[in-house]
């Protein structure tokens, strides 16, 4: 049997006393694209950073596996876990100009990760570098490759992070808010980009978003994640058609429809996200819910609800009439 090209189980990342990531389980299969989604504060960046191994600052691993293809990497050394960024594991990060070194060309910068892992001396990496610049999406990939990242846009320079996650053809990719910063057009370039890696050399994915509408166009399988926590797992298809969770229920009626009344106002989630040193007591979601009850104090197991799809919710049974705001 194949293993998991990504296994996280019972993921806890602490700061001081406070859990920001709490018993997240993930797993991505060879050549499939997961999509995580939730709103900012959910924990989704910090699960990707735990996955690299980047935590900085007060953040610690407080508890559960990490494998990558069956290897276990969260304790892993600094110096091995170097090894293995770039090559079998490659992150595109939320913001690409603060990721990029300003004093190093664009065209050194993506083809880096081919020298240092020995797959190419600097004139090839040079040279797919500039190939790789052209695939997503830059034009004049010769000139681009010899400036530096402050002589690039914002999206330019968003794409040249994608270039350098890509080039070096990862087991796994981790794309974190990948293409925020890009117009619909170059969007539609970089999704099928990915899915033409994926395609080719069996590149698992996993894509961090807030954009549904990419979720569908792209994702396999959704985990669905609130309060550090996942709330809800399930095929594209099953989660869009018959979400068991209020939260993705509600996150899904916030998409417009082409077909509401043009006066009707659009559908918004009331509150916000508590912070980690204040998530409530059992179900985090309750305080934000609709169908939240005294049940609701006790913290929902994440179950099947039906074949192959898991939610954390007491009251799935009355999430399909919940809400009538984007019928």
Known sequence: MTEPTLQITGLQVQVGPHKVID?????????????????SGSGKSLTALSVMGLLGGKLRHAGGTISLSGKQVDHTAEAAMRALRGQQVSMIFQEPVASLNPLLSVGAQVG?????????????????????LRD???PEPEKRARQLP???????????????ALIARPELLIADEPTTAL???????????????????????????????????LADRVCVMYGGRIVEQADVDDLFDAPA???????????????????????????????????????????????????????????PKAPGHLAACWHSDQVAGMIDHDR
């Open 23 to 39: 018993g997240v389980d993930i797993t991505v299969q060879p050549g499939q694209i997961v999509a995580l989604v939730g709103e």
């Open 112 to 132: 880096e990760s081919l020298v240092a892992h020995g797959k190419a001396d600097a004139r090839t990496a040079w040279s797919r570098a500039v190939d790789m």
């Open 136 to 138: 997503v999406g830059i």
């Open 150 to 164: 402050s002589q690039l846009s914002g999206g330019m320079c968003q794409r040249v992070m994608i270039a350098s």
């Open 183 to 217: 117009d619909v057009t170059i969007q539609a370039q970089i999704l099928e980009l990915m899915r033409q890696l994926r395609e080719r050399t069996g590149t698992a994915i996993l894509f961090i978003t807030h954009d549904l509408g990419v979720v569908a166009a």
């Open 245 to 303: 969770h209020p939260y993705t229920r509600m996150l899904l009626a916030t998409i417009p429809r082409l077909d509401s009344p043009r006066k009707k106002p659009l559908f918004s989630i009331p509150g916000t996200v508590p912070d980690h040193d204040d998530w409530p007591q059992g179900c985090r979601f309750r305080t934000r819910c609709p169908l939240a009850s005294d049940h609701c104090l006790q913290s929902p197991p994440l179950e």
